[in-house]
């Protein structure tokens, strides 16, 4: 594939990879295949392992490739690919999806039709097809906390009262406005992104996108899902731990409670929010779930490692450390 890169994209699209080549390469021949109007491609490759950046730059030339020396994670490497995107538009994919149906054409259309929003998403699907229902999210409140200390968000998954957050209930087969729209496929106005200085690299692993959306929120954004545009996502692909996962998950969501719930609600939200492992604990064990039990059981044992969230660090330099091929 060969880009042009004299002709001005109109959106560019930022790919970020770890040890996931084959998933990687799928996901870049989608775009190529599905795409139409003008885009460039920008992949940052943390560092993998197993000859990511070279197959990327055998089979890609035309892609603007920073294959980094370290792993920077997600948040630093999106907000160093951000630096060198020329688009209007900036579309976050995950390197684990597939493109269906013209879907970058579709959701910067979607953009123009809808400009108030300022973040837009799709629907996204798991491989066999059916709904993968991780898109978006609703922020967490402390009626969310309560309902998942309880349970209830899991005994009820499909009522939007008791699983608020995951919008219970709601296939994504309508436009909407929702709070958070999920990383593996977000779009947002180059100029919205300089504006909010790109992820909080403070999130370390998960919550970027969550805190970047209420950000944007809180300036008048009000983003949009379109059930239009559709794209696989596999999900996960690179996380092979599941209680190392949950802690992370766990440090963001902290994370997120001090950043923005109301001062008065914040000690009381990182309580409800820190019965989580435990009931999921309690539950495990009443169902005879000895795999979840031991994985729950240790997120609690090593509890002292999510209680603090992530801690803040400064923005620092986003200049590539890599070499850059285009």
Same mark, same amino acid.
């Given at each position: 594939?060969?880009?042009?890169?004299?002709?001005?994209?109109?959106?560019?699209?930022?790919?970020?990879?770890?040890?996931?080549?084959?998933?990687?390469?799928?996901?870049?021949?989608?775009?190529?295949?599905?795409?139409?109007?003008?885009?460039?491609?920008?992949?940052?490759?943390?560092?993998?392992?197993?000859?990511?950046?070279?197959?990327?730059?055998?089979?890609?030339?035309?892609?603007?490739?920073?294959?980094?020396?370290?792993?920077?994670?997600?948040?630093?490497?999106?907000?160093?690919?951000?630096?060198?995107?020329?688009?209007?538009?900036?579309?976050?994919?995950?390197?684990?999806?597939?493109?269906?149906?013209?879907? $970058?054409?579709?959701?910067? /259309?979607?953009?123009?039709? #809808?400009? !108030?929003?300022? @973040?837009?998403?799709? %629907?996204?699907?798991?491989?066999?097809?059916?709904?993968?229902?991780?898109?978006?999210?609703?922020?967490?409140?402390?009626?969310?906390?309560?309902?998942?200390?309880?349970?209830?968000?899991?005994?009820?998954?499909?009522?939007?009262?008791?699983?608020?957050?995951?919008?219970?209930?709601?296939?994504?087969?309508?436009?909407?406005?929702?709070?958070?729209?999920?990383?593996?496929?977000?779009?947002?106005?180059?100029?919205?992104?300089?504006?909010?200085?790109?992820?909080?690299?403070?999130?370390?692993?998960?919550?970027?996108?969550?805190?970047?959306?209420?950000?944007?929120?809180?300036?008048?954004?009000?983003?949009?899902?379109?059930?239009?545009?559709?794209? $696989?996502?596999?999900?996960? /692909?690179?996380?092979?731990? #599941?209680? !190392?996962?949950? @802690?992370?998950?766990? %440090?963001?969501?902290?994370?997120?409670?001090?950043?923005?719930?109301?001062?008065?609600?914040?000690?009381?939200?990182?309580?409800?929010?820190?019965?989580?492992?435990?009931?999921?604990?309690?539950?495990?064990?009443?169902?005879?779930?000895?795999?979840?039990?031991?994985?729950?059981?240790?997120?609690?044992?090593?509890?002292?490692?999510?209680?603090?969230?992530?801690?803040?660090?400064?923005?620092?330099?986003?200049?590539?450390?890599?070499?850059?091929?285009?």
């Amino acid at each position: 594939m060969t880009l042009d890169f004299e002709r001005a994209p109109k959106v560019s699209v930022v790919v970020v990879s770890y040890n996931t080549r084959k998933m990687t390469l799928d996901c870049l021949r989608s775009i190529a295949a599905q795409t139409s109007l003008p885009h460039e491609i920008v992949v940052v490759d943390n560092a993998s392992g197993d000859g990511s950046a070279e197959a990327i730059a055998a089979e890609f030339p035309g892609v603007r490739l920073l294959a980094e020396r370290a792993n920077h994670g997600f948040a630093l490497a999106n907000n160093i690919a951000a630096q060198v995107c020329r688009g209007d538009y900036i579309l976050l994919l995950n390197p684990d999806t597939v493109v269906l149906g013209h879907a $970058i054409d579709r959701l910067v /259309a979607f953009a123009e039709a #809808r400009p !108030d929003a300022m @973040i837009w998403g799709g %629907r996204t699907l798991f491989g066999d097809g059916s709904l993968n229902t991780t898109n978006c999210w609703r922020r967490m409140t402390l009626w969310s906390l309560v309902s998942q200390a309880a349970g209830l968000n899991s005994i009820f998954r499909n009522s939007a009262v008791f699983n608020p957050e995951a919008y219970g209930g709601w296939p994504r087969d309508s436009e909407r406005e929702v709070d958070i729209v999920t990383g593996c496929l977000l779009l947002i106005e180059r100029c919205t992104w300089q504006l909010l200085e790109g992820f909080d690299p403070t999130y370390v692993m998960y919550g970027e996108e969550a805190d970047l959306c209420l950000r944007a929120r809180a300036l008048g954004a009000r983003p949009r899902i379109s059930p239009e545009v559709e794209v $696989i996502h596999y999900k996960g /692909a690179s996380e092979k731990i #599941r209680a !190392d996962k949950l @802690i992370r998950l766990m %440090r963001a969501k902290i994370s997120l409670i001090d950043a923005h719930f109301p001062p008065a609600s914040r000690s009381l939200g990182r309580f409800l929010f820190g019965l989580w492992p435990l009931s999921r604990n309690v539950f495990a064990t009443l169902l005879g779930r000895h795999e979840a039990r031991a994985t729950w059981s240790e997120v609690w044992r090593r509890r002292s490692e999510w209680r603090g969230g992530w801690a803040p660090v400064a923005r620092p330099a986003v200049a590539p450390s890599s070499r850059s091929t285009a």
